[in-house]
């Protein structure tokens, strides 16, 4: 079993590689047949990681997957997929793409009907659900806006704003609820970013690619 690793290129000289428990492989590039005891986690934010050959995930490993935008890390598998362990996925700064699927792993042999047996998803804060989906060679994530009504009650301005963020996603459009929900911004995060402009936030409902609020 092999520690901390950062692969960008191709695979030394071997058949197999096993990630150890207190283990993490990350990077971009190719790999042999692995099996994940530890953290799995492709790219240089974000990234690919190719297995020529079978990937095995053990019951305590973890798949740590970044999103950032309109792409993600992802896994390619050129054998079968047997998939365990935690799904935890990080949101990075910047909008999130809503609606469309992100492919976090595509194995070519199929996952032979495994899952993920948790998913952790605690980093996108409160403005974001992610849905988890599998199809018979694929792990795909979807991201949605949760409702921010319900998240910002008080003040009645605060509120009013959260609503009109809500009405601006139904009604498509979503740069201002990308920019923060997207970023992770909690309810403290949105409350104080609506009291302290109220009156610029619903403006900004009707103005195209508004700039990101993650700094607020």
């Known amino acids: 079993a092999i520690g901390n690793v950062a692969r960008n290129g191709h695979p030394a000289s071997f058949s197999s590689v096993t990630i150890g428990e207190a283990g993490t492989i990350g990077g971009t590039g190719q790999l042999p047949s692995t099996t994940v005891l530890g953290t799995i986690s492709p790219g ?5 990681l190719t297995v020529n050959g079978n990937l095995t995930m053990g019951a305590n490993s973890t798949y740590l997957a970044e999103i950032q935008g309109a792409v993600s890390d992802r896994i390619n598998v050129t ?3 047997a998939l365990a362990g935690t799904l935890k996925l990080a949101i990075l700064p910047g909008p999130a793409r809503f609606g469309a699927a992100y492919t976090l792993l595509s194995a070519q042999g199929g996952l032979g009907g495994t899952r993920f047996g ?6 996108f804060g409160a403005g974001v659900a992610a849905s988890v989906a599998y199809t018979m060679n694929d792990l795909l994530v979807t991201l949605s806006p949760k409702s921010l009504a319900g998240l910002v009650i008080a003040p009645a301005n605060a509120h009013a704003v959260a609503s009109g963020v809500d009405r601006a996603v139904a009604g498509g459009g979503e740069d201002l ?4 929900q997207g970023a992770g ?6 409350a ?6 109220a009156a610029g936030a619903v403006q900004a409902f ?6 990101s609020v993650a700094g607020a």
């Open 44 to 48: 240089n934010s974000p990234g690919t």
């Open 79 to 81: 054998g079968t997929a």
């Open 118 to 123: 948790a998913v952790d998803s605690a980093s």
């Open 177 to 180: 609820a990308k920019s923060a």
């Open 185 to 190: 911004m909690t309810a403290a995060q949105i």
């Open 192 to 197: 104080r970013v609506c009291k302290t402009d």
């Open 206 to 211: 009707t103005v195209p690619k508004h700039p």
